[in-house]
């Protein structure tokens, strides 16, 4: 799994659109005391029940793996020029 230069921005970045992807869904937004684990959790099943990420297998489901799936996904939707892809 190959590492981005500014992974922890990126996955922040992630984060915060998914959870506006998931108020437009119809979820309820995030509560202040949720972890961030749980949010990428989160986050991560609703990305793979709108098929807009593809699932990883079971047994590589871990919080490492999320989170690098997350970080995937926001770099395909952001622009080639963004500064946190260079």
């Given at each position: 799994?190959?590492?981005?230069?500014n992974?922890?921005?990126?996955?922040?970045l992630?984060i915060?659109i998914?959870e506006g992807?998931?108020?437009k869904?119809?979820?309820?937004?995030?509560?202040k005391?949720?972890?961030?684990?749980?949010k990428?959790e989160?986050?991560y099943?609703?990305?793979?029940?709108d098929?807009?990420?593809?699932?990883?297998?079971?047994?590589?489901e871990?919080?490492?793996?999320?989170?690098?799936?997350?970080?995937?996904?926001?770099?395909k939707?952001?622009p080639?020029?963004?500064?946190l892809?260079?």
């Open positions: 799994m190959k590492k981005h230069k992974e922890p921005q990126l996955l922040k992630a915060q998914g992807y998931a108020v869904r119809g979820f309820t937004s995030f509560g005391g949720t972890s961030e684990r749980e990428v989160c986050i099943r609703l990305l793979v029940q098929k807009l990420v593809q699932p990883l297998a079971k047994d590589k871990d919080g490492l793996n999320i989170k690098h799936k997350l970080v995937l996904w926001i770099t939707q952001l080639d020029e963004h500064p892809l260079k």
